[in-house]
């Protein structure tokens, strides 16, 4: 170790050459980031070649998850549970107020109307809609579901599953747009109108979060070319 050659400050790289080496290498990594960290983590494209490449989806995608992931844990949280030692209610120490007593036989004899009760179908009921859509997502599949339809043109639609409930995000894409969102959640049945907010494609994508199939069914009607199923 004692008798190794000391290199010359000849073969030594200059602070201008170290400068130059760090700005280029600092110029790279900003590009990276904006063509590809930023459109495929978060779904933000500031240079369009996201979308290009199809990053942008993929980290929409990703995005939609991590949303479908904390309504979930949201929706797990336990309640908080009344400590043993609390005291009682006062209303569970009162004592039972007295039974009332009979009215009158005229009035006894008198039946008395039990409110009406409603009962959802198994079901829905086929209402007048002109295209019908069916999948069936295996555990954790996910499906998109896209109508093209003009700015301002109008869609009625009803979707249902099979038992189960299914997470969904609707929103739309197009020329300019790589998203925009109308609403997401988690339910067995959602029906309503879709309105376009712009030329493109707007629709449905829904993730199977159960642990068996779940069969999904879409009926729609209105203002709209065509029907694309996107796996």
């Known amino acids: 170790m004692l008798n190794?050659?000391?290199?010359?400050?000849?073969?030594?790289?200059?602070?201008?050459?170290?400068?130059?080496?760090?700005?280029?290498?600092?110029?790279?990594?900003?590009?990276?980031?904006?063509i590809v960290v930023l459109p495929a983590e978060y779904g933000v494209d500031p240079t369009?070649?996201?979308?290009?490449?199809?990053?942008?989806?993929?980290?929409?995608?990703?995005?939609?998850?991590?949303a479908e992931a904390a309504a979930e844990a949201a929706d797990e949280t336990p309640a908080l549970e009344v400590a043993a030692d609390a005291p009682a209610p006062a209303a569970i120490l009162q004592e039972p107020a007295p039974t009332a007593m009979p009215a009158p036989d005229s009035a006894a004899n008198t039946p008395v109307a039990s409110p009406a009760t409603t009962t959802a179908?198994?079901?829905?009921?086929?209402?007048?809609?002109?295209?019908e859509?069916?999948?069936?997502?295996?555990?954790?599949?996910?499906?998109?579901?896209?109508l093209v339809m003009e700015k301002g043109a109008t869609a009625t639609y009803l979707w249902f599953t099979d038992g189960g409930k299914a997470n969904?995000?609707?929103?739309?894409?197009?020329?300019?747009?790589?998203?925009?969102?109308?609403?997401?959640g988690s339910a067995e049945r959602?029906?309503?109108?879709?309105?376009a907010a712009f030329t493109g494609s707007h629709g449905w994508?829904?993730?199977n979060r159960t642990d068996g199939d779940l069969k999904i069914t879409l009926r729609t009607s209105g203002s709209y070319s065509e029907i694309k199923v996107i796996e």
Request: no cysteine; glycine share 12%; net charge negative.
């Open 190 to 195: 959602a029906e309503g109108a879709l309105t």
């Open 168 to 184: 969904f995000d609707t929103h739309g894409d197009g020329p300019g747009t790589d998203y925009h969102g109308y609403g997401k």
């Open 205 to 207: 994508f829904w993730r």
């Open 133 to 146: 859509t069916t999948i069936t997502l295996a555990p954790d599949e996910g499906y998109e579901i896209k």
């Open 48 to 66: 369009g070649a996201g979308s290009l490449l199809g990053l942008t989806e993929m980290g929409r995608i990703k995005v939609s998850l991590a």
């Open 4 to 34: 190794a050659n000391k290199p010359d400050a000849s073969d030594l790289p200059s602070t201008r050459q170290l400068l130059k080496s760090t700005g280029m290498a600092a110029v790279i990594a900003s590009a990276l980031l904006a």
């Open 121 to 131: 179908p198994s079901q829905p009921v086929n209402a007048a809609f002109s295209d």
